[in-house]
């Protein structure tokens, strides 16, 4: 079964959870970056927020991978006001992956990640949602759990 991993991230911590799912694997992995940035200030929360709310699908940079390609797909997100980032959204206007089997992560500053999950599974339609994995950020504070997180995931990918 061929497996990828699509993620967005924007202040890193989304990033490094999939990094150590691939970390000394030869998965496949591809970061999904908006043309258009975020502030690095707490406008981002604003703009952001403001996205989520009007379903906004920023225009992506080009993949380096074709989801179409693939049999498995882990789809990474930051939790952003209770939903997921736009960029996923735009990823999912883009693609359709029904048939798929899905692996959904989020990270949150500790807020629940189920409205987020129902979201996704709603803008996925058609695909098999085979795990659902949330990690708590900053990343680095909560080392443990994270380590815990991912194991479980690269034990759900059939390592
Ligand atoms: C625009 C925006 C909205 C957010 N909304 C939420 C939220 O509703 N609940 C929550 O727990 N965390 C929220 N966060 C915090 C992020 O989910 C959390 O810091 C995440 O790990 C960031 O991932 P990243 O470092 O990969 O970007 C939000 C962050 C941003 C920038």
């Not at 079964?1 to 699509?6: A, D, L, Q």
């Not at 009007?54 to 939903?83: C, F, N, Q």
């Not at 359709?96 to 990270?107: C, D, E, P, R, W």
């Not at 900053?138 to 995931?153: N, R, S």
């Amino acid at each position: 079964m061929r497996s990828v991993v699509f993620y967005y991230s924007l202040e890193g911590n989304t990033e490094n959870i999939v990094n150590r799912i691939v970390e000394g694997t030869q998965r496949d992995v591809c970061r999904l970056v908006a043309h258009r940035s975020y502030p690095k200030n707490g406008l981002k929360y604003f703009f952001g927020g403001m996205d989520v709310m009007l379903k906004r699908t920023p225009r992506l940079e080009p993949l380096t991978k074709r989801p179409e390609s693939y049999d498995l797909i882990v789809l990474a997100t930051p939790v952003w006001a209770s939903s997921f980032a736009p960029a996923i959204r735009s990823f999912l206007k883009e693609h359709n992956l029904s048939g798929k089997k899905i692996i959904l992560v989020a990270t949150t500053a500790g807020g629940d990640a189920s409205k987020c999950f129902k979201a996704m599974k709603a803008s996925l339609g058609e695909s098999e949602i085979v795990g659902e994995f949330t990690v708590k950020s900053p990343v680095a504070g909560h080392a443990k759990a994270a380590d815990a997180v991912v194991e479980k995931i690269r034990k759900r990918l059939g390592e």
